[in-house]
């Protein structure tokens, strides 16, 4: 039978003999995403089946509510509090060390394992490294390593790692998608993953509360520089108006930039001293982490955000405004065709 990843099935073998008898916390990236959350469940499974003392499962946050009924048992220590030294670490889905916590990093220096896949980790930072740039999800290289190794897995686990494969491919719809993506999925399908209860999960267990809080931010939103720019707000008690909680307006900011034409999305929410805001550009080239830098912000080429305390909104918007405008001006000069 054809495998998957046969260069990294020796190594995956070496990972599963390591963790007998040992005391493993799986880690995952702070803010996790259902990769990580179905690679940190599926994973720490396996390292319990194959002899491992005791597994736990670390993260800075919680597990989303999203993912919850993908827990099946298992949950997120606090990873900034976790100071028990006779465990040993393996990570997953996590670029960097330092995506999983500053505190975890400092306490346990040397990973013992890193399952991962993407482009900025092709060295790894463990003593094993599981590196695959080319898997679409960290989950599907999880899978794949099960199925190379001959390791049983469960329908849990197939939900889970489907769930996962969904979730960074955005329904296998991504450039990062391949033969072996659907290959992959299909095996989880036969091993018992429920595609449709995977959906349900996923996709319709919406809360009322996000909802008024999308119809709100929708209703704000704002067109600038002939609609290059889309700028929505969360005004002041717009939490107590709707119910819901901060977390949910994670993504909102992604619907002022799916809009056709718009190159760079704002997302401004109102706090009691100041201004937070979310940047996303259409593309890395735009460069947004320059602007939240004018703010004491950072974050990626293509999304980042800040805090800029102090400001009231009236006094803050044109002056975003006329730092946004600079910015525009810089890459159409940089972008101008000769
Ligand atoms: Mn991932």
Known sequence: MAEYFPELKDGFKKLLAEAKGKKIAVAGHMRPDGDCVSSEFA?????EKAGAAEVVCLNQ?????????????????????????????????SADYARTNDALRARFPKPLGCIDHHVSNDAGYAKINLIDTKAAATAELLAGLMMDAGVDISRENANRLFMGTVMDTRQFTTSSTTQKTFEIAM?????GADAAWVAQQLYQREKLSRLKLLASFLQSLTMHFSDRVCIGLLPKGIYEQTGAEKAESDGLVDYARSIDGVEIAVLLEEMPNGVKGSLRGKGPQYQVNLIAAQFGGGGHLAA???????????TFYPKLLGLIEEHLQNYDKLNAKI
């Open 187 to 191: 095996c989880l399908i036969r091993d």
């Open 61 to 93: 946050n919680p597990v989303p509510y999203l993912y919850e009924n993908f827990k099946y048992g298992r949950d997120f220590l606090p990873a900034e509090t976790f100071t028990d030294t006779s465990f040993e670490i393996v990570t997953v889905d």
């Open 43 to 47: 994973l720490a499974d396996i390292l």
């Open 304 to 314: 980042a955000g800040f805090t800029a305390e102090g400001y009231d909104i009236n």
